[in-house]
């Protein structure tokens, strides 16, 4: 509780650098609103906040909501100062988290403008080769489709052996008429977790699953329809196409550590011994 309360006041302090802070001129800011514990709050400083075609009565009722709420929050502020613990330095903090947002904003804009974001599939491919054992599956996955149907539905019989058949299109026009649930997609990788969501309690064994499998299985009032294109089991590495979007966005970010490490080498080369970089350490032996 004490570090969020310390994070919140660091937060605020930053903010009020740029908001109701009373760096700028009076003029130039238009009627001053409210004012707590020196700091105030002036028209300009809300004024994106009102919407040109609001109602006299709507901006007026929304102005003295925003003024409230930042009344309420410079008091937070007041009293968040008030119980700051004597060990922090509040000054370091809001300079490292300015530090943080400088940098932050910095390398994004480096990594949009010099990143080279594309990753062939032979990229993608040598890595998983490479790095496959970082990828274990945590949990079984399938590519599957499942059907469950009111027992009393007509012509079942028939949809069985298009469903053995795997006729899609025949499967789907029946499916969209007569099915109370289906997931026809068999292309997809989906864990085992996910179907049995959609299956009653312990309605499959875990041991049944696997390559290739098929069931048809009455429960109560329903009917279900089951089969098992692919299967990985859990402990196992995953299949590429699997993990090919993770393994996307590991390559991407590898790049982009690559690249900020040397642009921050590039600098560190050009201004070393520039009248911008002061040493003061003091020499060996």
């Not at 009102?50 to 008091?75: C, H, Y």
């Not at 922090?88 to 403008?113: F, G, H, P, Q, V």
């Not at 080498?265 to 032996?285: A, H, M, R, T």
């Amino acid at each position: 509780m004490r570090l969020l309360s310390i994070i919140y006041l660091v937060f605020c302090l930053a903010a009020c650098n740029s908001f109701g802070s009373g760096s700028e001129s009076d003029k130039s800011k238009g009627k001053m609103l409210a004012e707590v514990g020196g700091r105030k709050l002036y028209e300009t400083d809300v004024s994106n906040l009102l919407q040109a075609g609001n109602s006299p009565e709507d901006s007026i009722r929304i102005l003295k909501g925003v003024v409230n709420n930042w009344v309420k929050d410079q008091l937070m502020i007041l009293e968040a100062e008030k119980n700051l613990p004597k060990d922090i330095n509040l000054e370091k903090m809001i300079d490292d988290y300015r530090s943080s947002l400088l940098l932050y904003n910095y390398e994004t804009k480096l990594a949009t403008e010099l990143l080279d974001t594309l990753v062939t599939k032979e990229e993608k491919q040598q890595y998983y080769n490479q790095h496959s054992d970082e990828f274990i599956l945590p949990e079984a996955i399938a590519k599957y489709r499942v059907v469950r149907f009111l027992r009393e539905t007509k012509s079942l019989d028939n949809f069985y052996k298009d469903w053995k058949k795997d006729d899609l299109e025949a499967i789907t026009i029946f499916c969209n008429t007569q099915a109370d649930y289906s997931d026809l997609d068999g292309d997809t990788w989906k864990t085992i977790s996910q179907l049995e969501t959609l299956l009653p309690k312990n309605f499959v064994s875990r041991s049944w699953y696997g390559e290739n499998k098929e069931m048809r299985k009455k429960h109560k009032d329903d009917e279900y329809f089951i089969r098992i294109f692919r299967y990985a089991s859990a402990d196992k590495v995953p299949p590429f196409e699997y993990i090919e979007a993770k393994i996307e966005k590991v390559i991407l970010n590898e790049r982009k550590i690559k690249l900020l490490k040397q642009k921050k080498q590039q600098l560190f080369d050009k201004e070393f011994g520039s009248s911008k970089v002061k040493l003061y350490l003091e020499p060996e032996g």
